[in-house]
C-alpha cells in the first residue's frame, strides 16, 4: 500500500514562515471557485507509526488554512491533478485526528499475537445537541401543519363542518402528521446507521434490489401499516403502494397508474370528508387549482391575523420574531416545515471519506471495494435546523489485519481473519499479565515446531464460568480442538 508522500522539511523552523504567504496565495485562488457546495475529502489508512490521513477541501479561508496548518503540523498544497483547494497530509502516531470542520472522530488498533483489529469512527456535523436541533425542526414542522389547519378552517362555510374539521385535525390530524413525521425520521435515522450513503433508486433504474435496498423497505414498510391503522389508506391500498415497487423499478406506466388509481381517490376521499362537493383533480403541477391554492395560502400566512396568532403560540417562533408580529411587523424569519427549508435553504456540506483497511470490514455502514481494498463514506450534511434526519450519520468501520508471517507458522496458512481476529486479539486484552505472558510463550513456541499443546494447555486452562475464567473465543477453539459437528457428537 501507497504510503502519502511527506515532506523532510516539514518541522523546519523556516517552514511555519512560508505558511502564510501560502494560505493567502491558495485563498485568493479558491475565491474564485464560485458557488458549488462545499466539498472534503478523506483518504486513511493504517501507517507504520499510527493513522496516516490526507484532508482535501475545495473551499477554506485564511483562518482554516491557519488551524488546519497547526494540526497537520505542515503547510497545505494544491489539491491534487490540478483542482482547486487545497491539501493536507500527515501521520498521527500520538496525537488526537484533527477536526477540520467541526467533525469528531476516533481510531483505535487493538495489536494481537495473529494480528491486528482497528477501529474507525467519524461524525460530521455542526451542533453536538442533536435533541435540541430535533425539537425545532419538529416545532417547525407543527406550525406549518397549524397553519394548513387554520387555513382550510376559514374555507369550510357549513358551521357543523368546521367544528368537525377543527375536532379532527386536534385528534387526529395533527397528532398523526407528527407521529408520522417521526417514525419517518426515526426509519431514516435506522437506515442512515446502516448505510450513510443509501440513494434512492431514480425512476429509470432497472434491476432487481441489492441487499440495501431490501433493507430500506423493510425499515419503511412499517410506515404503510402506520397509515392503514390510522385510517388514511385501506389495507389494499397499502398493499398495492408496497408493490407498486417491489421489483425495484417502477415504470412510467406503473408511476401513472399508482397516481391515477391510487394518489388521487386518496386525497379527493379526505378532502370530501369536509367539503363534499370538493373536486382537488389530479396531484401535480399541471393542476392550477392545487397551484392557486397554495399561491393563497402563502398570501394568507404573510398577511392574515389567525396566521399571526398561530405563529405567536408556536414555540417555533422566536421571542424577537413573536415582539415584530405584535406590532404588525410582518418581516420575520419563518422556519421550514420539519427542516425542509423553503426557498432551497443553505448548500449542504459534501463529504467523502476513503478507508484503506486492506481488509473487508466486518461490521461497517460504508461501501467495501474489495478490487481497491477500500471503505467509502458518501454524504450531503445539512445545518442543524435544516436536517431531515434525527442526527448527521457517524462513519464507521471495524476490520482486522492478519499477521500472516506469525498465522502460517503456527496454523500453515493464514485462517483467523475479520472478526474471529478481532475476538481473538480482544480475549488476549482481557488477559492478566502473568496469563499473557504464558500465552505469548506458548505462540512463540508453537512458531518454532508448530507443535500446538502449550496452546491448548492454556486454553484448556481458562475454561469454565467463574469470574477469572477466560474461555477463548470459538474460532480459535476451532483451530486448537477437534470440535464435534453438533452438540449429539455426531
Same mark, same amino acid.
Given at each position: 500500500?501507497?504510503?502519502?508522500?511527506?515532506?523532510?522539511?516539514?518541522?523546519?523552523?523556516?517552514?511555519?514562515?512560508?505558511?502564510?504567504?501560502?494560505?493567502?496565495?491558495?485563498?485568493?485562488?479558491?475565491?474564485?471557485?464560485?458557488?458549488?457546495? &462545499?466539498?472534503?475529502?478523506?483518504?486513511?489508512?493504517?501507517?507504520?507509526?499510527?493513522?496516516?490521513?490526507?484532508?482535501?477541501?475545495?473551499?477554506?479561508?485564511?483562518?482554516?488554512?491557519?488551524?488546519?496548518?497547526?494540526?497537520?503540523?505542515?503547510?497545505?498544497?494544491?489539491?491534487?491533478?490540478?483542482?482547486?483547494?487545497?491539501?493536507?497530509?500527515?501521520?498521527?502516531?500520538?496525537?488526537?485526528?484533527?477536526?477540520?470542520?467541526?467533525?469528531?472522530?476516533?481510531?483505535?488498533?487493538?495489536?494481537?499475537?495473529?494480528?491486528?483489529?482497528?477501529?474507525?469512527?467519524?461524525?460530521?456535523?455542526?451542533?453536538?445537541?442533536?435533541?435540541?436541533?430535533?425539537?425545532?425542526?419538529?416545532?417547525?414542522? &407543527?406550525?406549518?401543519?397549524? $397553519?394548513?389547519?387554520?387555513?382550510?378552517?376559514?374555507?369550510?362555510?357549513?358551521?357543523?363542518?368546521?367544528?368537525?374539521?377543527?375536532?379532527?385535525?386536534?385528534?387526529?390530524?395533527?397528532?398523526? %402528521?407528527?407521529?408520522?413525521?417521526?417514525?419517518?425520521?426515526?426509519?431514516?435515522?435506522?437506515?442512515?446507521?446502516?448505510?450513510?450513503?443509501?440513494?434512492?433508486?431514480?425512476?429509470?433504474?432497472?434491476?432487481?434490489?441489492?441487499?440495501?435496498?431490501?433493507?430500506?423497505?423493510?425499515?419503511?414498510?412499517?410506515?404503510?401499516?402506520?397509515?392503514?391503522?390510522? !385510517?388514511?389508506?385501506?389495507?389494499?391500498?397499502?398493499?398495492?403502494?408496497?408493490?407498486?415497487?417491489?421489483?425495484?423499478?417502477?415504470?412510467?406506466?406503473?408511476?401513472?397508474?399508482?397516481?391515477?388509481?391510487?394518489?388521487?381517490?386518496?386525497?379527493?376521499?379526505?378532502?370530501?370528508?369536509?367539503?363534499?362537493?370538493?373536486?382537488?383533480?389530479?396531484?401535480?403541477?399541471?393542476?392550477?387549482?392545487?397551484?392557486?391554492?397554495?399561491?393563497?395560502?402563502?398570501?394568507?400566512?404573510?398577511?392574515?391575523?389567525?396566521?399571526?396568532?398561530?405563529?405567536?403560540?408556536?414555540?417555533?417562533?422566536?421571542?424577537?420574531?413573536?415582539?415584530?408580529?405584535?406590532?404588525?411587523?410582518?418581516?420575520?424569519?419563518?422556519?421550514?416545515?420539519?427542516?425542509?427549508?423553503?426557498? !432551497?435553504?443553505?448548500?449542504?456540506?459534501?463529504?467523502?471519506?476513503?478507508?484503506?483497511?486492506?481488509?473487508?470490514?466486518?461490521?461497517?455502514?460504508?461501501?467495501?471495494?474489495?478490487? $481497491?481494498?477500500?471503505?467509502?463514506?458518501?454524504?450531503?450534511?445539512?445545518?442543524?435546523?435544516?436536517?431531515?434526519?434525527?442526527?448527521?450519520?457517524?462513519?464507521?468501520?471495524?476490520?482486522?489485519?492478519?499477521?500472516?508471517?506469525?498465522?502460517?507458522?503456527?496454523?500453515?496458512?493464514?485462517?483467523?481473519?475479520?472478526?474471529?481476529?478481532?475476538?481473538?486479539?480482544?480475549?488476549?486484552?482481557?488477559?492478566?499479565?502473568?496469563?499473557?505472558?504464558?500465552?505469548?510463550?506458548?505462540?512463540?513456541?508453537? &512458531?518454532?515446531?508448530?507443535?500446538?499443546?502449550?496452546?491448548?494447555?492454556?486454553?484448556?486452562?481458562?475454561?469454565?464460568?467463574?469470574?477469572?475464567?477466560?474461555?477463548?473465543? %470459538?474460532?480459535?477453539?476451532?483451530?486448537?480442538?477437534?470440535?464435534?459437528?453438533?452438540?449429539?457428537?455426531?
Amino acid at each position: 500500500m501507497r504510503k502519502p508522500r511527506r515532506s523532510r522539511l516539514r518541522n523546519h523552523p523556516g517552514v511555519r514562515a512560508v505558511h502564510a504567504f501560502a494560505c493567502l496565495g491558495l485563498t485568493a485562488g479558491m475565491l474564485a471557485t464560485g458557488c458549488t457546495n &462545499r466539498q472534503v475529502k478523506i483518504q486513511m489508512r493504517a501507517g507504520e507509526s499510527g493513522p496516516e490521513r490526507i484532508f482535501e477541501t475545495n473551499r477554506a479561508d485564511v483562518d482554516d488554512l491557519q488551524r488546519l496548518s497547526e494540526a497537520y503540523e505542515a503547510g497545505p498544497s494544491r489539491r491534487d491533478k490540478g483542482k482547486d483547494g487545497v491539501r493536507f497530509e500527515a501521520a498521527f502516531k500520538d496525537r488526537e485526528l484533527p477536526s477540520e470542520v467541526g467533525n469528531r472522530n476516533g481510531w483505535s488498533s487493538l495489536p494481537g499475537e495473529f494480528g491486528t483489529s482497528y477501529l474507525y469512527i467519524e461524525q460530521f456535523g455542526d451542533v453536538r445537541d442533536d435533541w435540541t436541533a430535533f425539537r425545532s425542526r419538529m416545532d417547525a414542522g &407543527r406550525l406549518w401543519i397549524e $397553519l394548513g389547519v387554520a387555513f382550510f378552517e376559514g374555507r369550510i362555510k357549513d358551521e357543523e363542518a368546521r367544528s368537525e374539521w377543527r375536532r379532527f385535525a386536534d385528534e387526529e390530524l395533527v397528532p398523526d %402528521l407528527m407521529s408520522a413525521f417521526l417514525r419517518f425520521t426515526a426509519n431514516g435515522f435506522v437506515q442512515q446507521g446502516q448505510r450513510v450513503d443509501y440513494r434512492f433508486r431514480a425512476p429509470e433504474a432497472r434491476g432487481p434490489r441489492t441487499d440495501d435496498e431490501w433493507f430500506q423497505v423493510q425499515v419503511f414498510t412499517p410506515l404503510i401499516g402506520f397509515a392503514v391503522e390510522r !385510517g388514511w389508506i385501506t389495507a389494499e391500498e397499502g398493499q398495492l403502494v408496497l408493490l407498486s415497487g417491489i421489483d425495484g423499478w417502477v415504470s412510467a406506466g406503473e408511476r401513472n397508474w399508482s397516481r391515477t388509481t391510487l394518489a388521487d381517490p386518496i386525497i379527493e376521499r379526505s378532502v370530501q370528508r369536509f367539503v363534499p362537493e370538493a373536486k382537488p383533480g389530479r396531484i401535480g403541477p399541471e393542476n392550477d387549482q392545487l397551484i392557486l391554492l397554495g399561491l393563497s395560502f402563502l398570501w394568507w400566512v404573510n398577511t392574515s391575523q389567525d396566521a399571526a396568532e398561530v405563529m405567536l403560540a408556536s414555540p417555533a417562533i422566536s421571542e424577537e420574531d413573536k415582539s415584530k408580529l405584535r406590532s404588525g411587523n410582518r418581516f420575520i424569519d419563518m422556519p421550514g416545515p420539519f427542516g425542509i427549508p423553503i426557498g !432551497g435553504g443553505d448548500r449542504p456540506l459534501e463529504s467523502e471519506v476513503v478507508l484503506e483497511t486492506g481488509a473487508e470490514p466486518f461490521v461497517t455502514n460504508g461501501n467495501w471495494d474489495e478490487s $481497491l481494498g477500500t471503505v467509502t463514506f458518501e454524504t450531503r450534511l445539512y445545518p442543524p435546523e435544516q436536517r431531515r434526519r434525527m442526527a448527521p450519520p457517524v462513519f464507521h468501520a471495524s476490520w482486522a489485519v492478519p499477521d500472516r508471517e506469525v498465522q502460517t507458522e503456527v496454523f500453515g496458512e493464514v485462517v483467523l481473519v475479520g472478526r474471529d481476529l478481532a475476538e481473538v486479539a480482544f480475549w488476549e486484552r482481557t488477559l492478566d499479565e502473568e496469563d499473557l505472558e504464558v500465552w505469548v510463550g506458548a505462540v512463540a513456541a508453537a &512458531r518454532q515446531d508448530g507443535d500446538l499443546s502449550r496452546m491448548v494447555d492454556f486454553v484448556e486452562s481458562k475454561e469454565g464460568e467463574g469470574r477469572d475464567d477466560r474461555p477463548a473465543p %470459538l474460532g480459535l477453539r476451532g483451530l486448537l480442538f477437534d470440535e464435534p459437528d453438533d452438540e449429539n457428537g455426531s
